[in-house]
């Protein structure tokens, strides 16, 4: 019995199954045991375990099984003193260190990050990204960062990297001399760029940061709104050009569209093909200069847009009418001042003896007819 209660006081099994996605360190808890000589420790694939004895950092032991005798402790036998024959139990801290790659972890510049750009002068400029850390040097990340703490998440380091890659990156992207348009499309050595200055610093710590990913750079809202407008004038193009194709799409309505005197819409569409034709015998086909072009006499512009009405008659629009057929339809009776009319840019249907351009239709009186002619 008594053997018994005290080989029950003797830790023979020391292993850790990390069921989390965040712990990058977790100690054996020990519960003032001590650690049976010949124990079996089992360190799976992504763990490193770090033994600490009584403050120092002892043996470290990377993936595989191993019975924890003198041969496969040299660094915890030199600080105890064990001579050859030893095999008694022992004390030490047993901390299992995740050597995995943390993934997806967040950064972003928390303030703006001030550059000369050649293009905007002085600006200002933000990015937001993910990043991986992976712990390289077991035993030096448990001696500069963890020190005895008993479960170390990855909430407790990245506030310290997250302010390392925003230092980093405000260096690279300020003395990398590229515009702050040509930035989206060099995002992937940027980033290649920035892992590798901070693994340099943070080797210090026993970390390493394999891949850092800029997912975004941008401008202070000012900047992206004259942006905007730059975009939407190349949009446009030459003014002269957008002029033609204009006068083109209003051509091509006219014709579709030849008016009730059957002969408005084809003279409108002449007239501006007439004006067309001149400006592109003095510019050119594509809105360059006719150097070689004879001198000529400006063309007269083309003639006003003159209204056209449509009439209500019977529950059915007819139309569209030109005030001259308008006239005619007034002297002939069929158009009276009753009759309701609309024209493009008119409030509804109004009654044509309202409407001023109307109303001296039904004003106007022929002049009196001739005397006969004298009697033979």
Do not use: C
């Amino acid at each position: 019995m008594v053997f018994n209660f005290l080989s029950g006081q003797f830790i023979d099994v020391i292993e850790w199954t990390d069921d989390t996605r965040d712990t990058m360190v977790w100690r054996f808890e020990r519960h003032g045991h001590e650690i049976k000589y010949g124990a079996k420790l089992t360190v799976r694939e992504g763990q490193t375990a770090v033994f600490i004895h009584e403050g120092q950092l002892a043996d470290i032991f990377t993936p595989g099984l191993y019975m924890l005798e003198t041969n496969n402790m040299p660094i915890l036998t030199t600080l105890q003193h064990w001579d050859h024959g030893f095999k008694s139990p022992f004390k030490s801290e047993i901390y299992f260190v995740n050597t995995n790659r943390f993934t997806n972890l967040k950064w972003g510049t928390k303030n703006p990050v001030m550059l000369r750009d050649p293009e905007f002068g002085p600006t200002r400029i933000r990015a937001f990204g993910t990043y991986t850390v992976k712990v390289s040097d077991a035993g030096r990340f448990m001696t500069e960062i963890v020190g005895t703490d008993g479960e170390f998440t990855t909430d407790e380091i990245t506030f310290q990297i997250r302010n390392i890659i925003v230092q980093e990156f405000s260096r690279v992207v300020a003395g990398s001399g590229i515009p702050v348009l040509d930035m989206a499309a060099n995002t992937g050595d940027f980033g290649q760029l920035v892992a590798t200055r901070i693994s340099e610093t943070i080797a210090q710590y026993g970390l390493t940061l394999p891949e850092l990913y800029i997912e975004n750079i941008s401008l202070p809202p000012a900047v992206e709104e004259a942006l905007d407008r730059r975009t939407s004038m190349g949009v446009v193009g030459d003014l002269g050009k957008y002029q033609q194709f204009q006068t083109a799409e209003a051509m091509r309505a006219a014709a579709e569209n030849p008016g009730g005197d059957g002969g408005m819409g084809a003279g409108l569409g002449m007239g501006m093909g007439m004006a067309m034709a001149n400006q592109m015998a003095q510019t050119g086909p594509w809105g360059a200069p006719a150097a070689a072009a004879p001198q000529r006499a400006a063309a007269p512009p083309p003639p006003p847009v003159e209204h056209v009405w449509h009439i209500a008659e019977n529950g059915t629009t007819k139309g569209p009418f030109s005030k001259a057929a308008m006239g005619r339809m007034a002297s002939e009776g069929s158009l009276t001042r009753e009759t309701y009319v609309w024209t493009a840019g008119q409030d509804g249907w109004i009654r044509a003896e309202d409407v001023m351009e109307l109303a001296q239709l039904f004003t106007v009186m022929p002049p009196p007819p001739p005397p006969p002619p004298p009697a033979g």
